[in-house]
């Protein structure tokens, strides 16, 4: 059975392009995203890792950390890293894991059994477009897969994962989508981006709604929204 939300991510030791690292340790307090490439020298991939680059420093405002994970070995990935900075003008500095045995795509299934085409030599199969949004007690909140063939949202990805606190939270230090359901007793409605109203969680009261949320509006008895500023 492959891996859920709300179980806790496996930890496992591997070597990347800054060191050896323990997974769990690794992540310590802060939030993580593992997400997984085909191959390294690959035309989408190169334009992925570019982007991360470019949005690592997004990431880590809202304390997340970023680890990539391919299935070549750490003198591709050195090679491949000079060639994704040239293309994108940008500078990779977060680490990119080894994985060429596949030991690691294999516990978080990210073996691509679709496309036959995305295999090595040996045909072995690539990974596929994997990303796991990792909590600070290791617990996986979010994940997502795509394609080979099909490059990844990461204002998506960035939209999802913790970041500064609105001025309507005051008291909060970091919230995003995950994290104010958790704490503010709403869930966050389709397209939500930071300063859209919210939906008030179901079980939250209309009586209880009132103080809680002063400015809540009934839509329908299921659909209750409110702005984001608690009074």
Known sequence: MGLRLGDIAPDFEAETT????????????SWAILFSHPGDFTPVCTTELAEVARRAPDFAKRNVKLIGISANGLADHNKWIQDINEYGSTDVQYP?????????????????????????????????????????KKVIRLTL??????????????????????????????DAALQIGDKYRVTTPVNWK?????IVHPTVSNEEAKTLFPEFKIHKPYLRTTPLKIE
């Open 96 to 136: 990119i894991i080894a994985d060429a045995d596949r030991k690691i795509s294999t516990v978080y299934d990210m073996l691509d059994e679709q496309d036959a085409t995305n295999r090595d030599a040996k045909g072995l199969p690539f990974t596929i477009r994997t990303v796991f949004i990792i909590d600070p």
């Open 145 to 174: 897969s795509y394609p080979a063939s099909t490059g990844r949202n990461f204002d998506e990805i960035l939209r999802c994962v913790p970041q500064p606190a609105p001025p309507c939270f005051p008291s909060a230090d970091a």
């Open 194 to 198: 930071k300063g859209d109203d919210v």
């Open 18 to 29: 800054k060191g050896s690292i323990k997974f769990h340790e690794w992540i310590g307090d």
